[in-house]
């Protein structure tokens, strides 16, 4: 079965640089989660898009922007980065509905950010 | 207060015990209630997910929710030491379907 394809799986980049996370959903999926994991932490939700629309913001800076894109992939966008933007950038992605197993979170691999 | 609280742990258990991992929500409109299994530099793994109140069995896992009490359970039985990993407790709020809230997890270690 598809699964939730991320890219790139590792970047590294110097402070105040600019770096674009991809994300490609499960066929279907209408809502598509940005997540953020430092070390030893929990995922902390940055934000999401319903049907290519944000559909919920968490604790993204000013300095990301993500949207969602007609063939309803996603980008995240982050700019001038800091040491503390190092983290593992998870996307993830659901069906909404009322039926069994809908609202469930299906995670990519992720994208590990290290910044220089 | 975190809106989902989880003992950090680790818990330690031995090969064939039963792993019992607690988990706490402040918002009393939660409406829907997930674990996940994470390893160590990996994606989180969808294990259960449960709506209702009670208990929900799935192999050796059990989800229990109260939603009187604000608590959301797992019990692992039959632990095996391929168990060992960090678990999540992740909320969603009928506030907003549109974002899952998750606890800071509870690492569990099955001893052989």
């Known amino acids: 079965a598809a699964g939730v394809i991320q890219s790139p799986r590792h970047l590294i980049k110097e402070k105040r640089e600019t770096a674009t996370l991809k994300c490609y959903p499960i066929p279907r999926h209408d809502t598509v989660y940005w997540y953020q994991q430092g070390p030893g932490q929990d995922p902390q939700f940055l934000i999401s898009f319903y049907e290519k629309m944000q559909s919920d913001k968490g604790s993204i800076p000013d300095r990301f922007s993500a949207q969602q894109f007609s063939d309803y992939h996603s980008e995240l966008n982050m700019s001038s980065l800091e040491l503390g933007d190092s983290a593992l950038y998870f996307c993830?992605?659901?069906?909404?509905?009322?039926?069994?197993?809908?609202?469930?979170?299906?995670f990519g691999a992720g994208s590990r950010l290290t910044v220089l | 207060q975190k809106e989902v609280e989880q003992n950090s742990g680790p818990l330690s258990v031995p090969e064939g015990a039963i792993a019992s991992l607690n988990c706490t929500y402040s918002d009393r409109g939660s409406q829907s209630f997930f674990w996940y299994r994470q390893y160590s530099g990996k994606s989180p793994e969808l294990i259960m997910f449960i709506y209702s109140n009670g208990d929900k069995e799935d192999g050796r896992f059990t989800a229990q929710l109260n939603k009187a009490s604000q608590y959301v359970s797992l019990l692992i039985r039959d632990s095996q030491p391929s168990d060992s990993a960090t678990y999540l407790c992740a909320v969603k709020s009928k506030d907003s379907s549109y974002k899952l809230i998750f606890g800071s997890g509870t690492r569990l270690l099955v001893r052989p």
């Open positions: 993830a992605s659901s069906l909404q509905g009322q039926s069994s197993g809908a609202n469930v979170l299906t």
